[in-house]
């Protein structure tokens, strides 16, 4: 019975976890960690009593190929009840083959279904100069993603803020303090519909 208890009680922690694996985008890079929109979503959670503990194993400079590799272990280490899946960005910024790229989400996806989770993907869009053809594909990727695997989508993880200077850090590519809790407004209507409230 005691063990029954403790694997019960492991069972519920898990699924109060949420753990947000993608890259520089979400690791606050250039800025403060409790300025990134992670920290920010966990002081959201916190402020209405949702009770989830929150795992960034955002690395910067990840690519999928890196994050396919880390993702078994992190997964088992943490058992999360939720994915938030932001990665794509630097395999783009790198002209890596998109059918690579594709195919390592994929396998990302679903081996976070596998163990029981929930996955949120947070799609990425490249710069105009990269050329229409490859950007265009880049960005039709992710919703791609998303219908064949039934799940939901964020389609663009810097609306309003890519195309905002004032909120964007000088490399063009990174939001600045000013932008990160927009990048939380853009992702929570994707996210809150996942969330339990603690019982």
Request: glycine letters at 10%; charged letters at 15%; aromatic letters at 8%.
């Amino acid at each position: 019975m005691g063990l029954l208890f403790i694997a019960l009680q492991n069972a519920v922690a898990s699924d109060r976890t949420i753990l947000v694996f993608g890259d520089s985008l979400s690791g606050a890079y250039g800025i403060r960690p409790e300025q990134g929109w992670v920290a920010l979503l966990t002081q959201r959670l916190q402020a209405q009593e949702y009770g989830y503990e929150i795992i960034n194993a955002s690395v910067s400079g990840e690519t999928t190929s890196g994050g396919l590799q880390r993702l078994p272990r992190a997964l088992q280490l943490h058992r999360p009840g939720i994915v938030v899946l932001e990665l794509g960005g630097n395999d783009g910024l790198r002209g890596l083959p998109l059918t690579t790229t594709r195919d390592n989400l994929g396998q990302m996806i679903r081996l976070s279904q596998q163990a029981g989770a929930q996955l949120l993907l947070v799609g990425i869009r490249m710069p105009p100069n990269y050329g229409p053809r490859y950007t265009e594909e880049f960005a039709g990727m992710f919703p791609a993603l998303a219908k064949q695997y039934h799940v939901p989508l964020v389609p663009f993880i810097l609306q309003n803020v890519a195309q905002d200077p004032s909120r964007m850090q000088e490399d063009g590519v990174h939001p600045n303090a000013r932008g990160e809790p927009q990048v939380l407004e853009t992702l929570w209507p994707y996210l809150e519909p996942l969330l339990k409230k603690k019982p």
